[in-house]
């Protein structure tokens, strides 16, 4: 509301200068985490927290419920919505199983591979060989572009681990083949859990000098007051000369 004020001032009075003007708005830097829940009642729950600077993205992520010695694809999906399905939200699998197509419009696709090791684009997105066995802990640090970063900033980057025990028989089996792979059955691929990657509060609190509160706006709304202040003042101060000088020419008169 303040920022709209401000703008409205602006445009009435042709008094602000551009150097109160608001900032651009840019991918900002911080700590983001995401709590994935599970997905095709698989069970498994996982914790990711990253850290953005730049394009240099920082990732931890731990798994618990993960299918143990079976490999786990794991994803930052961008493009979609934003958003996680619902765990009874059904698909096309067995039994109405959620594979991976039945919610890209939700998540989106693959922007970035955690993989273990090399290659992170997404044309390692089944690289069953590079990706965390079980329940294993996963760390590490990933270049991403601009477009990335920039939906992990916005709140609009989702992490995905992959590969269910639908049947639980102890490994990836069963007569439905994978929508990203027909050589692999869907269990290999499925959708395991599923987690939106948010500002984490400290990354939102403001890093010294004058308290502002909470919100990282603070500052850029106390700058628009002094600007609209400024810009009253001045439109004032105006309105002091009209009526000056019409006083004088009547006295003139």
Do not use: W
């Amino acid at each position: 509301m303040r920022k709209s004020l401000t703008a409205a001032a602006a445009l009435a009075l042709g008094a602000l200068p551009l150097a109160l003007s608001a900032p651009a708005a840019h991918a900002a830097d911080g700590t983001f985490t995401a709590n994935l829940t599970q997905l095709n009642d698989s069970g498994v729950t996982s914790t990711a927290t990253t850290t953005l600077k730049g394009n240099t993205l920082d990732i931890k992520l731990q798994s618990q419920g993960l299918l143990e010695g079976a490999p786990h694809a794991q994803h930052i999906h961008i493009g979609g919505m934003g958003v996680c399905p619902t765990n009874d939200q059904e698909g096309s699998g067995a039994d109405g199983a959620l594979q991976v197509s039945d919610a890209a419009d939700q998540y989106g696709g693959i922007a970035v591979s955690l993989t273990t090791d090399g290659d992170t684009s997404p044309d390692s997105g089944l690289a069953v060989d590079r990706f965390p066995t079980g329940n294993a802990s996963y760390s590490r640090t990933i270049e991403v572009d601009d477009k990335t970063a920039a939906a992990i900033s916005d709140g609009k980057a989702v992490v995905v681990v992959h590969g269910v025990d639908l049947n639980g028989s102890g490994e990836y089996d069963g007569d439905v083949k994978s929508d990203l792979d027909d050589s692999l059955p869907e269990e290999a691929t499925d959708p395991a859990a599923c987690g939106v990657l948010q500002a984490s509060q400290m990354s939102q609190m403001p890093g010294g000098g004058v308290q502002t509160g909470g919100g990282s706006t603070a500052g850029t709304e106390d700058a628009g007051l002094i600007a609209l202040g400024g810009a009253l003042l001045v439109g004032g101060a105006g309105a002091a000369v009209v009526a000056a000088r019409r006083r004088t020419a009547s006295d003139d008169a």
